[in-house]
């Protein structure tokens, strides 16, 4: 709704005056905008979805950034990517002066503008507290609370008298900003408040309880990066198997069974990693080896084929992605399936951990994103840090070792693992890659060459502990 609006400011002013109104006698007199009161624009559920969507899209983008510690222009160019593809609406920095300032006056925010006469008795303790090379003289300033901006106080950016901090325009965004979440906050508590009221509302409630359940990315349906699977293939791929299908695959090795979550969770992976229904039949049969033939296909045989779409309503199931297993069908006391950075307890995490040889430092690193229910991060960085043991590359920083022409890791990525079947296909193009670096077409080696791809984009560095790290910058079936 906000993206349609902005899309057409333009030619809105130009429309509002061809009929002699003048933009600031608008609803929305400026582009920058809190939305105090809605806009009365008319859109469809499935529009409203859809931006709500978008919305979740840079959130997402957003909040990857800053927890994997990009340096400042990435995070930029990142998060500028995600709101140019999603949300490309205005943002209050890329305004001009005299729209920033009249969109802060037009709020009634316990802001007051320092007059002129009052910057010059104060010049001088403005200029010891400004930035350098900045003219105070040309510098619009905001008198405002100190403890709205504590964060400027403790860093001695801002001159404070009487209780009042001094603000130059160049650090307002700090200003709007929280005076924006001010606002968001009691927005959420109101709507928090209505909810109840509109249970029965069958056209938005549905939308809404859906909304955090979305996943957005590719669906696996199936892969062609391996080639299509046999049976025995299985054991050998495991390496490449993100830590909750490795887990299930060695709980059924053990076992010679599974349950029905279990079965669920890992056949429909095996199917998206390009295991055909023919071989699933075979690799379901042998795995239960203390069953006979007869007793497979009487108790399950049908199930498998239900999951390939063959049976009942020939529905073609999909792999489940990481915010499936999170947050779906937990397991229970015996059951194997879900998340392990979710579901497993830290004591047999961080064992499991150390069985992969991932040292202490990444350990702490992963088990504080754990805490922080960062468990899609936890993931990735899990990934990064055994996949570069994998290619001999040192962890002290993972942007060190192979590179491509761009200087970018081969391991270290800015997106997140959002999708179990994602993390085999990065695993085994990288290693691929690596191999095929090392032989030429008729399998000799070839000296000098680095002919390695990256399969996996981002200027992520990552460091030891000792270096500084950026704070700036988350098929209901029988078988």
Sequence with gaps: M???????????????????????????????NFYVNPPTLEISIEEFEKFALDRMQVLTTLLTAQMRNLAPEQLKKTVDEALQKYMPIYRFEKESLRDQVEFLERQNLSWKKVSEDDKRLLKEQLKASHYKGQNVDQETYFEVDFERVTGLVGRRQVYVKGGKAYVPMADQVVLVLDEFKERLSNALEVTARAL??????????????????????????????????????????????????????????REKHTRHGSRMQYGLFLKGIGLSLEQALLFWQMAFEKLTPDQFNKQYAYNVRHLYGMEGKRTDYTPYSCRHIIQNNAPGPGDHHGCPFRHFSAPNLRATLAGHNVDDFDTEDIMTLVAGKHYQIACTRYYEVTRAKMLNISTDNLKGGT?????????????????????????????????????????????????????????????????????????DMEF
């Design 403 to 475: 590179l491509n022409a761009q200087g970018n890791s081969m391991v270290a990525s800015q997106e997140i693992i959002e999708h179990p079947n994602q993390f085999f296909e990065q695993s085994f193009l990288l290693m691929k890659s690596r191999d095929s670096s090392s032989t030429g077409e008729n399998g000799e080696p070839v000296d000098g060459q680095q002919s390695l791809q990256p399969t996996i984009k981002g200027q992520y560095s990552y460091k030891k502990a000792g270096a500084q790290i950026s704070s700036q910058a988350n098929h």
């Design 196 to 253: 109840p009221r509109m249970e029965e509302d069958d056209r938005l409630m549905p939308v809404l309880n859906n909304i955090n359940k979305q996943y957005l990315g590719r669906e696996f349906t199936t892969s062609a990066v391996a080639g299509e699977i046999q049976a025995q293939d299985v054991d050998g791929l495991k390496v490449h198997m993100p830590l909750c299908m490795e887990h299930l695959h060695n709980e059924l090795r």
């Design 2 to 32: 906000f993206r349609q609006e902005t899309r057409k400011s333009r030619q809105k002013e130009k429309l509002l005056a061809g009929a002699g109104i003048t933009y600031n006698e608008a609803p929305y007199p400026t582009r920058l």
